[in-house]
């Protein structure tokens, strides 16, 4: 049984550019989440799927985010135009869609905007 | 005001004793879920325990057990025997309501070293 998987683990960019991260699910799970988490935070919740529609977005999610999750698999999270404040870990989760709906994380994508 | 507070910013324990952790919540809704999750320097974040707000008993996974005190909205975290891989950031979070909300909230965490 393999967990959630994410790629790429680090990515260093420079500001304007625009960067993509994707995400693999445990397969079975219907949900899958986006998280964001700055130095000495604990994650901050951005958008979620169940299946392949996105069913919400936080207020933290600005217009050069994009997040799609095509045939309810794997997920991509796109941010276009980079600034130095998105650099951040980007966390996916993934949940069965059952009882506690247990949220298992990926290692996380570093992302480094300079 | 904070939906999840952890007053602890980081705490030292010796190998071989217990250590709580120290979480409170803040909700109106009735149902509602609470977890704990590991994250060790290498980033990934792993689950520990949960407690459902409808649960009578306090949740235990191995060495790790759940302090519930619904009234006061806390929701501990206790470690027995620490070892020395026990050494991360610990994160409390909350799942309010039941139907279609998903979202975790996470507390800011607390950083616990164990010592030998």
């Known amino acids: 049984d393999t967990g959630v998987s994410q790629n790429p683990r680090h990515k260093i960019t420079k500001r304007g550019q625009n960067v993509t991260f994707r995400c693999d699910p445990i397969s079975e799970h219907n949900r899958l989440y986006w998280y964001r988490q700055t130095l000495g935070q604990g994650p901050e919740f951005l958008t979620y799927?169940?299946?392949?529609?996105?069913?919400?977005k936080s207020r933290l999610l600005s217009d050069r985010f994009s997040a799609e999750r095509p045939k309810g698999s794997f997920s991509t999270l796109e941010i276009q135009r980079t600034e130095q404040g998105d650099s951040a870990m980007y966390l996916c989760a993934s949940s069965m869609g059952q009882g506690a709906e247990t949220q298992y994380f990926g290692p996380g994508t570093r992302l480094l905007v300079l | 005001a904070q939906k999840i507070t952890q007053t602890q910013p980081g705490m030292f324990v010796q190998e071989k004793e217990a250590v709580t952790l120290d979480c409170t919540y803040d909700t109106s809704d009735q149902s509602y879920g609470l977890f704990w999750y590991k994250q060790p320097s290498s980033g990934e974040m792993i689950f520990l325990i949960y407690?459902?707000?409808?649960?009578?008993q306090n949740a235990t996974e191995g060495r790790y057990s759940l302090n519930f005190q619904k009234a006061r909205k806390s929701a501990n975290l206790v470690i027995s025997a620490s070892q020395l891989g026990d050494s991360a950031m610990y994160f409390c979070?909350?799942?309010?309501?039941?139907?279609?909300?998903?979202?975790?909230?996470f507390g800011k965490g607390t950083l616990l070293t164990v010592n030998p």
């Open positions: 979070a909350m799942r309010e309501g039941g139907g279609s909300n998903y979202k975790l909230t």
């Open positions: 799927f169940q299946n392949e529609a996105q069913l919400e």
């Open positions: 407690q459902g707000s409808y649960d009578e």
